[in-house]
């Protein structure tokens, strides 16, 4: 099943792995929490904000996840991909999709999934993932996340962490500026 069934706006999901040198960095959130709108970037405002989000994530990621300058950490990749759900799992706000919800619900029944495209549409998840590879092992530091200044529209981000050693854990940010020690 899709991810998107969990969809709290503001709320992100970030996973961070340390591997040795390297530290992964993965968020799952609803594109509201992002963006602050869900649908598939239409007018041209929409468009160049979306540009700049997937840009902020791709070229300042050390400003969102500050690592101890005396591990020389570089980002080896840092990228952020936009999905959509699929319409039959969707459940529609506007009136024209109600509509059409009524006219086709009983053809949707009994046909298969063929035919019906994504949607255009109103849930979306962005997805982004970055790796750093540091020049000394990642332990005993803390990393500092700074998502939330760069993006208002997140209010928590709940964290899962794998240090290098020691016991991966959970923790819930709603802080501008959060620690997670590794």
């Not at 840092?78 to 009983?106: G, I, L, P, V, Y």
Request: glycine share 4%; charged share 30%; hydrophobic share 30%.
């Amino acid at each position: 099943e899709s991810s998107l069934s969990a969809h709290l706006h503001g709320h992100v999901e970030l996973n961070v792995a340390a591997d040795e040198k390297t530290l992964f960095v993965e968020v799952h959130s609803p594109s509201q929490s992002f963006l602050g709108f869900e649908q598939k970037p239409q007018s041209d405002q929409q468009k160049t904000l979306w540009a700049s989000v997937k840009n902020q994530w791709e070229k300042q990621t050390l400003e969102m996840f500050q690592i101890d300058p005396s591990l020389e950490c570089i980002v080896t990749q840092a990228h952020m991909d936009m999905h959509f759900e699929e319409e039959e799992e969707h459940h529609h706000h506007d009136e024209a999709n109600k509509a059409h919800k009524a006219e086709s619900h009983d053809e949707r029944e009994q046909h298969s999934h063929q035919g019906y495209e994504p949607l255009t549409g109103e849930h979306s998840e962005i997805k982004g993932e970055a790796m750093f590879l540091c020049n000394k092992e990642i332990k005993d530091l803390q990393l500092i996340v700074k998502l939330k200044k760069h993006f208002q529209n997140i209010e928590e981000i709940e964290v899962q962490v794998l240090p290098n050693s020691g016991v991966p854990y959970s923790k819930t940010l709603t802080k501008d500026k959060a620690i997670l020690d590794f």
